[in-house]
C-alpha cells in the first residue's frame, strides 16, 4: 500500500427511506385505518482509531464513500430497514480536520476511539402517524431526510516517544536500528530514507519507548524544500528528541552550523518542538580524524550551547549503552516532573 500520512476524503451518509401510504385490508375490517410504516434510518459514517493500522496507505486507491440508503416502511405498520452504519478505520494519531475550513475536529489517540463523520438521515414518517378525526384516511406520508455531504482532511501524526532528526545521511536509520528492533533501508547515499520509520526500544526496568525516525532535513525544509518538511508533525507529540550529528560533516567551520540548522527548521516549523527535552548524538565516530576536527573543542562549543554531546558509532554499536542510559535518565526525570 505504501507510506501515506495524509489524505481528503469525501462522504456521504445514506438517505433516510420514506414513509409508506398503505391502508388496512382485511376480509372483515371494511374500514380499516392507515397502516403505513416508517422508513428506515440512512447509514451514518464514522471513523474509529485502530493499533492494526500504521498509515493511511489504505486510502490511497479510494477516497470516496458512501453509506446506503434506509428501506422504505411498508404496509401492516411496518418500519423499513435501517442502513448499516459505515465504519473507516485510521490508525492511532489520526487528526481529522474540516477539508474546506481546516477546523480540527477531533484527535484520535485511543485504540477504538470514534468519531461520527456525518449523520444519515432519518426515515420518514407513514401515513399512519397523519391519521386525525378530521382526516381518517391520510393519502400521504413522509419523504426521508436527506444523508450529509461533506470532505474531511485526515492527517497522521505518530505517537511515538523519541523522535530522531538529523541532516540526510548522517546515520539515523543505523541509529534507529541500533536502538531497536526496526530494520530500515540502510545505504550510504543521502536520502536513503524517504518515509518515516518506527522502532521500538526494550528496557530491562523500564516499558518500551517508540522511536521515529524521520527523513534527512536541510535548510529550508520548513518551507518545503527537501523531504523532512513533509514529515515533522511526526515529531510534534514526542517527549524527547535526538539530534544526530555526523562528525565527518565536511563544513570547514563546524559541526554546529548542523545543529543550529535543525534548531532553526523546527523552530520555524513549530516552536515548541524547542521546549522538548534533547540530546545530540555525535554519530560515525569509528571515522573520526582528530586532524580535521579537534573533539575537545567541539565538545565544548556545545556544552556552551546547553547540551553535552554522547560520542557514538552507530554502524559499530559504539556509545549505544550509554545513550540509552541518557535516554531513560532524562525519561524518567521527565515522568517524574510532570
Known amino acids: 500500500m505504501g507510506f501515506l500520512d495524509e489524505i481528503v476524503i469525501t462522504t456521504r451518509s445514506g438517505d433516510g427511506g420514506r414513509g409508506c401510504v398503505s391502508f388496512r385490508r382485511e376480509k372483515y375490517v371494511p374500514k380499516g385505518g392507515p397502516d403505513g410504516g416508517d422508513g428506515g434510518h440512512g447509514g451514518n459514517i464514522a471513523v474509529r482509531a ?21 428501506q422504505p416502511g411498508r404496509g401492516s405498520n411496518q418500519t423499513g430497514k435501517s442502513a448499516p452504519d459505515l465504519v473507516l478505520e485510521v490508525p492511532l494519531g489520526t487528526v481529522v480536520q474540516h477539508a474546506d475550513t481546516d477546523k480540527m475536529l477531533v484527535d484520535l489517540v485511543r485504540d477504538d476511539q470514534a468519531y461520527l463523520l456525518v449523520r444519515g438521515g432519518k426515515g420518514g414518517k407513514g401515513n399512519q402517524h397523519f391519521a386525525t378525526a378530521v382526516n381518517r384516511a391520510p393519502r400521504y406520508a413522509q419523504k426521508g431526510v436527506p444523508g450529509e455531504s461533506a470532505s474531511f482532511r485526515l492527517s497522521l501524526k505518530f505517537l511515538a516517544d523519541i523522535g530522531i532528526i538529523g541532516l540526510p545521511n548522517a546515520g539515523k536509520s543505523t541509529l534507529l536500528s541500533r536502538l531497536s528492533t526496526a ?5 550510504s547515499y543521502p536520502f536513503t530514507t524517504l518515509v518515516p520509520n518506527l522502532g521500538v526500544m526494550t528496557f530491562d526496568i523500564h516499558e518500551p519507548l517508540v522511536i521515529a525516525d524521520i527523513p534527512g532535513l536541510i535548510d529550508g525544509a520548513s518551507l518545503g524544500k527537501g523531504l523532512g518538511h513533509r514529515f515533522l508533525k511526526h ?12 562528525i565527518t560533516y565536511s563544513s570547514q567551520e563546524d559541526i554546529l552550523e548542523d545543529y543550529c540548522m535543525l534548531r532553526r527548521e523546527m523552530s520555524a516549523f513549530n516552536q515548541t518542538l524547542l521546549e522538548k527535552p534533547s540530546l545530540v548524538v555525535i554519530n560515525k565516530m569509528d571515522l573520526y580524524d582528530s586532524g580535521c576536527r579537534d573533539r575537545d573543542i567541539l565538545a565544548e562549543r556545545l556544552k556552551a550551547s546547553g547540551t553535552s554531546p554522547i560520542w557514538a558509532s552507530a554502524l559499530r554499536g559504539q556509545g549505544i549503552r550509554e545513550l540509552k542510559e541518557a535516554i531513560l535518565n532524562i525519561w524518567t526525570r521527565e515522568n517524574e516532573n510532570s
Do not use: M, S
Not at 530494520?183 to 545505504?187: E, Q, Y
Not at 528528541?241 to 555526523?246: C, F, I, T
Open 50 to 70: 485502530t493499533k492494526r493500522l500504521f498509515t493511511l496507505g489504505h486510502y490511497k486507491a479510494r477516497r470516496q464513500f458512501a453509506a446506503r440508503n434506509g
Open 183 to 187: 530494520r530500515p533501508k540502510v545505504n
Open 235 to 246: 515529531i510534534e507529540r514526542t517527549k524527547l528528541l535526538l539530534h544526530v550529528l555526523d
